[in-house]
């Protein structure tokens, strides 16, 4: 069981928009940047959204990031065939010292 | 910018090693971190090597059978496992971590090695 939680699935119709949630604590995202990574099916992750709301360069806007207090969000709008893949937040852990991460979300275009 | 060596077949209690190897940017100006996804599970981090010191950080769970190292001569970094376990089938990520300020993420990550423990 994952300390950031998700939800583990979310489903959605083409040119839509979703959000995934990741909540946690004091230790971890109330304390530290959250970051985003999308995994393709077959796929390695990729960054998506880092230090909470900042997109490199090459993804497209269509994706955003926030955060508030110990929860973070990513959206995604303009919902496309190509963004179904398994998302995961990730961020620090002061009592774990390390890395964590959320226990993904699977995303289903319908 | 990191490429790691090709998929691995094993017997239980053999060992295993994968290979990262970075390109493109000074290596020992990142560090490199170790990611496991088991079958049709998510990401668990494992821990990292700092690669200016050699110094390996291990997560709670990969200490003692799991060894990261390094050679910076071919800029390289490994995972080695040892006494393999079927438990220990998962594909196995680097990433590379970008880090400023207190504040960090994987910018760059391998292509992942599977590993296949089978008797």
């Known amino acids: 069981q994952s300390v950031l939680t998700q939800p583990p699935s979310v489903s959605e119709a083409p040119r839509q928009r979703v959000t995934i949630s990741c909540s946690g604590s004091r230790s971890n995202i109330g304390n530290h940047a959250v970051n985003w990574y999308q995994q393709l099916p077959g796929k390695a992750p990729k960054l998506l959204i880092y230090?909470?709301?900042l997109l490199p360069s090459g993804v497209s806007d269509r994706f955003s990031g926030s955060k508030s207090g110990t929860s973070a969000s990513l959206a995604i709008s303009g919902l496309q065939s190509e963004d179904e893949a398994d998302y995961y937040c990730a961020t620090w852990d002061d009592r774990v010292n390390g890395v964590i991460f959320g226990g993904g979300t699977k995303l289903t275009v319908l | 910018q990191v490429q790691q060596s090709g998929s691995e077949l094993k017997k239980p209690g053999a060992s295993v090693r994968v290979s990262c190897k970075a390109s493109g940017y000074t290596f020992t100006t990142f560090a490199i971190h170790w990611v496991r996804q088991a079958p049709g599970q998510g990401l668990e981090w494992m821990g990292w090597?700092?690669?200016?010191?050699?110094?390996?950080t291990y997560a709670q769970g990969f200490t003692g059978r799991f060894v990261f190292s390094l050679d910076t001569s071919v800029s390289a970094t490994y995972l080695q496992i040892n006494t393999l376990q079927a438990e220990d089938t998962a594909i196995y990520y680097c990433?590379?971590?970008?880090?400023?300020?207190?504040?960090?993420?994987?910018?760059?990550w391998g292509q992942g090695t599977l590993v296949t423990v089978s008797s």
């Open positions: 990433a590379r971590e970008y880090r400023w300020n207190y504040r960090q993420y994987f910018d760059y």
């Open positions: 230090y909470d709301d």
């Open positions: 090597i700092d690669t200016n010191t050699g110094r390996p």
